[in-house]
C-alpha cells in the first residue's frame, strides 16, 4: 500500500506565510508527478501546482508568484511554500502524488487534506 501525509496547515493572517509537507511512503518504485489541490465546500478541486520527477513545475495562475511548490525525491516528500497569503486562499489543501509501484503500474493517491485559513 501506498500512503500520504500532509502537515502544515493553520490558520494564519493575510500576508503571512505557510510551508506544507507531504509524505509519501510505501510500496513506491518512483514518483513521477506530485501535486498540490485545494477545494472549497461544495466545489471542484481544482490544481495549485505541480512538479515533475524532471523538476518541471506548474502554477495556477492565481498562486503563481507567490507558492512555490518543490520536491526531495530521497524522502518521496513535496512542499508547497505559500507567501503573500490572502483571504482566498482559504481552502482544504489536498496532496496528490503519481506513484509507480513494485508491480510497474502507476496509480494516483491522495492525501487526507490538511485546512489552510487566511484571516483578513
Known amino acids: 500500500q501506498v500512503q500520504l501525509v500532509e502537515s502544515g496547515g493553520g490558520l494564519v493572517q493575510a500576508g503571512g506565510s505557510l510551508r506544507l509537507s507531504c509524505a509519501a511512503s510505501?510500496?513506491?518504485?518512483?514518483?513521477?508527478?506530485m501535486g498540490w489541490y485545494r477545494q472549497a465546500p461544495g466545489k471542484q478541486r481544482e490544481l495549485v501546482a505541480s512538479?515533475?520527477?524532471?523538476?518541471?513545475?506548474n502554477y495556477a495562475d492565481s498562486v503563481k508568484g507567490r507558492f512555490t511548490i518543490s520536491r526531495d525525491s530521497a524522502k518521496n516528500t513535496s512542499y508547497l511554500q505559500m507567501n503573500s497569503l490572502k483571504p482566498e486562499d482559504t481552502f482544504v489543501y489536498y496532496c496528490?502524488?503519481?506513484?509507480?509501484?513494485?508491480?510497474?503500474?502507476?496509480?494516483?493517491?491522495w492525501g487526507q487534506g490538511t485546512q489552510v485559513t487566511v484571516s483578513s
Open positions: 496528490n502524488a503519481l506513484i509507480v509501484r513494485s508491480n510497474g503500474y502507476g496509480y494516483q493517491y
Open positions: 512538479i515533475t520527477s524532471d523538476g518541471n513545475t
Open positions: 510505501g510500496d513506491i518504485r518512483s514518483i513521477s508527478r
